[in-house]
């Protein structure tokens, strides 16, 4: 079965670095777009970064700058290194799988990122 995990989370002061890894598995990962999404409470569901099979990114504005998406094909595992947080960060980030021509989507558990001093 298809299976994505993210690594865990955490509580960052604000201007720190977190990075975040989602491992897949039971896909073809090098021919599925991946994607990190978040949800802040009381919001909706946003996606933050995106990165194609080909290796192209997209990222919301506000995170510009700051954060990096990236993908490792060899180990089926995609990043997101977050960079200078902000307390409007903190939310729920998930992990995200789609398939470009099939449709199919996947999605991880989540992982509860916090920024406060």
């Known amino acids: 079965q298809v299976q994505l995990v993210e690594s865990r989370g955490g509580l960052v002061q604000p201007g720190g670095s977190l990075r975040l890894s989602c491992a897949a598995s039971g896909i073809i990962f090098s021919i599925y777009h991946m994607g990190w999404y978040r949800q802040a409470p009381g919001k909706q569901r946003e996606l933050v970064a995106a990165i194609t099979k080909g290796g192209s990114t997209n990222y919301i504005d506000s995170v510009k700058g700051r954060f990096t998406i990236s993908r490792d094909n060899a180990k089926n595992t995609v990043y997101l290194q977050m960079n200078s947080l902000k307390p409007e960060d903190t939310a729920v980030y998930y992990c995200?799988?789609?398939?470009?021509?099939?449709?199919?989507?996947?999605w991880g558990k989540g992982t509860l990122v916090t920024v406060s001093s």
């Open positions: 995200n799988a789609k398939g470009r021509y099939s449709g199919m989507a996947y």
